[in-house]
């Protein structure tokens, strides 16, 4: 609950919380900030209740993302984690998904994994790292690939799970 960038040491940390708690801080803030700054979402109380009354009256998932600030696959998560949900396949049906987005894929893959199908996309350029990027069809690793110049292997590949 304390600014990363605040150097308080942790025998004093109580009282300069205390302190700054009188005063008005906002720690739920600086909470946040610090756990998205670790990769995580942090969900507020407010998203929680959008989300459970995105579910009771159906808002579809794409809009329901959008309205409390992340991805359609957190917000999948999330409803399974508040138990609105069972599965990503029971919040697709429910609320719909992106038909090229992330969840697509991944309900793909929980229906039937023999016809989720995997394109890799490999740029090698000569003297420079080279590009790995993971697409859920064809058609987007063709359009994410750049036009490749003389001496760059370009590669998809094909892959189809299970």
Not at 21 to 47: C, I
Not at 57 to 70: F, H, K, S, Y
Not at 141 to 156: E, F, W, Y
Request: hydrophobic content about 40%; overall charge negative.
């Amino acid at each position: 609950m304390l600014p990363r960038d605040e150097e308080v040491r942790p025998s004093k940390a109580a009282d300069w919380l205390r302190d700054a708690l009188a005063s008005g801080y906002d720690w739920e803030s600086v909470l946040e900030a610090n756990v998205e700054l670790d990769g995580y979402r942090y969900w507020r109380t407010e998203h929680d209740l959008t989300l459970h009354n995105g579910w009771q009256t159906a808002v579809p998932l794409v809009d329901l993302a959008r309205q409390v600030g992340g991805d359609e696959l957190q917000v999948v998560r999330r409803l399974i984690t508040l138990g609105q949900a069972e599965s990503l396949i029971e919040v697709t049906d429910r609320l719909g998904y992106s038909p090229d987005g992330p969840v697509a894929l991944r309900r793909q893959l929980a229906l039937d994994s023999s016809l989720a199908a995997v394109y890799i996309l490999i740029v090698d350029p000569p003297e420079k790292p080279k590009h790995v990027s993971v697409h859920s069809s064809r058609r987007d690793a063709d359009q994410l690939s750049p036009d490749a110049p003389m001496g760059v292997r370009l590669t998809i590949v094909d892959l189809v799970c299970g």
